[in-house]
C-alpha cells in the first residue's frame, strides 16, 4: 500500500515542480522584458532632457542686444519695441530695421545647433497685445479680436524675415505662428500695459518627423 503511495508521489511532485519551473522561467522572462522596455524609455528621456539641455545652452547666444530670457516662463523676449498703431498690425519702417537684425541672430544661433538625427524643432514666434487701461472690459468684450490681432503681428513679422531672406531650414525646423492676445503668461501690468505690443520666440525640441510647411495656429 505504502509503495503505491510512494509510486503516486513522486511523478506527481516531479509534475508540480516542473510546472513551478514553467512558471518561474515565464515570470522571470517577462520581468526581464518589462525591464528593458522601461530601461529604453528612461534612455530617450534622458536623451531628450540632454538635447533640452544643450538648446538653452545654444540659445544663450540669444541674450543681448536684440533678445533677453524670460526665466520664469522659459522663453525669450524680443526687446524690440515695437510702436504699433492700435488695432494695426503693419510694422513701421523706423522699426523694420530692429527686427531684421534680431531675425539674422535668430537665424545664426538656431542654425548652429547641432543637427541630431530624428530631432527637429518647433519654432514658435507669438505675438501679443496691450489692453486699453481706459477701457477695463474692452479686452473681455473683444477677446477673440484680440486673439486675432496678436497673431497677425506675429505673422507680419515672419513676412518680413521672409521677404528679406531670412528662412529656418523647412527639414530642421517647424515654424509656428500665435497669438496670446490680451492673455497669456508673463503680461506686463499697470503703466507697462503697451509694452505687451511685443514678441516671444520659443525653440523647442521634437522627436519625429515634421512636414515641411509652415504651420498657423492662433493660441487660446
Known sequence: MNTNKEDFFW??????????????????????????????????????????????????????????????????????QTKFDPNSWVIKEADKKDLYAAGLTLKKIIDDIKQDQGVKYLVIIEGMAARDPYDPSFHIRQRDYGYQLSYNRALALLNLWQSRNINFDEKRFEVIIAGSGFYGTGRYKNKREYDNKRFLIQVIPKIGKIEQRVVTATKK
Open 11 to 80: 511523478p506527481s511532485y516531479v509534475d508540480l515542480m516542473t510546472s513551478l519551473f514553467i512558471v518561474m522561467l515565464v515570470l522571470f522572462v517577462l520581468s526581464y522584458k518589462l525591464f528593458k522596455d522601461k530601461e529604453s524609455e528612461l534612455l530617450v528621456q534622458v536623451e531628450q532632457l540632454n538635447k533640452i539641455r544643450e538648446i538653452e545652452v545654444a540659445l544663450k547666444g540669444l541674450e543681448g542686444k536684440y533678445f533677453k530670457f524670460d526665466p520664469v516662463n522659459k522663453r525669450h523676449e524680443l526687446k524690440v
